[in-house]
């Protein structure tokens, strides 16, 4: 089964500082990059998403990086605010035709006040 | 408009008994996805179903099984729990064919 690999696993910013999370994937053949925002008790909610023919996605603080020779993408968070404090995950489609996600172990991101 | 609807929220079960888990998706998705999502990992994914059949199916054992009913809603079932089963369950739907998935709140179960 495909893997994403997330890096770091723990993040602890201040507030107004940027915040940045890491995904690697193994296929070249995705065409689905997107970043999960969960908060305790709660399912994880589609936060920000970037196909592979684009190298950046902005919405709002949130911009997503993709870089197609390295595998790898990124999820920035700009001005991080106490309420961005969250579990994040990014994900990649698994392969097979229901469009399935498989996603990465999370970073639990802390925003200092 | 409401969202993927998930029920019971949060339950305890013994070692080898059987659950059923059940939900509700978003008004407008026909299919239904099941993630398993253990503590402080991400979700894997379980199976999903489409015009009341398995679509396709992740990594899990003949212990879980699935059903999706005409109306959308979906059931996950798993079989002789084992303590390892403990974890959150989530339900999330889609329209068919698009990765534009939303996530019920989940059910917790707890075997013990």
């Known amino acids: 089964q495909q893997q994403v690999k997330q890096s770091p696993q723990s993040l602890i910013v201040q507030k107004g500082g940027i915040s940045i999370i890491n995904c690697a994937y193994e296929?070249?053949?995705?065409?689905?990059f997107p970043w999960y925002q969960q908060f305790p008790g709660k399912g994880p909610a589609l936060l920000i998403a970037?196909?592979?023919?684009?190298s950046e996605k902005k919405e709002g603080r949130f911009t997503i990086s993709f870089n197609k020779s390295a595998k790898q993408f990124s999820l920035h968070i700009m001005d991080s605010q106490p309420g961005d404090s969250a579990t994040y995950f990014c994900a990649a489609p698994l392969s097979g035709s229901a469009r399935q996600l498989t996603f990465g172990s999370g970073t639990q991101l802390t925003v200092l006040p | 408009d409401a969202g993927v609807t998930q029920s019971p929220t949060h339950l305890i079960k013994t070692r080898g008994q059987q659950v059923t888990l059940r939900c509700s998706p978003k008004?407008?998705?026909?299919?239904v996805s099941w993630y398993q999502q253990a503590l402080g990992q991400g979700p894997q994914f379980i199976f999903q179903?489409?015009?009341?059949?398995?679509?396709q199916r992740g990594n899990f054992p003949d212990r879980f099984s699935g059903h999706q009913f005409p109306n959308y809603s979906s059931e996950l079932n798993v079989n002789a729990l084992l303590l390892g089963d403990s974890a959150l369950y989530l339900c999330?739907?889609?329209?068919?064919?698009?990765?534009?998935?939303?996530f019920g709140s989940g059910t917790r179960l707890t075997v013990v």
């Open positions: 179903y489409y015009e009341e059949e398995e679509r």
């Open positions: 999330a739907s889609s329209p068919q064919g698009n990765y534009g998935y939303t």
């Open positions: 296929n070249t053949a995705f065409d689905y």
């Open positions: 970037i196909r592979p023919d684009v």
């Open positions: 008004s407008g998705h026909d299919t």
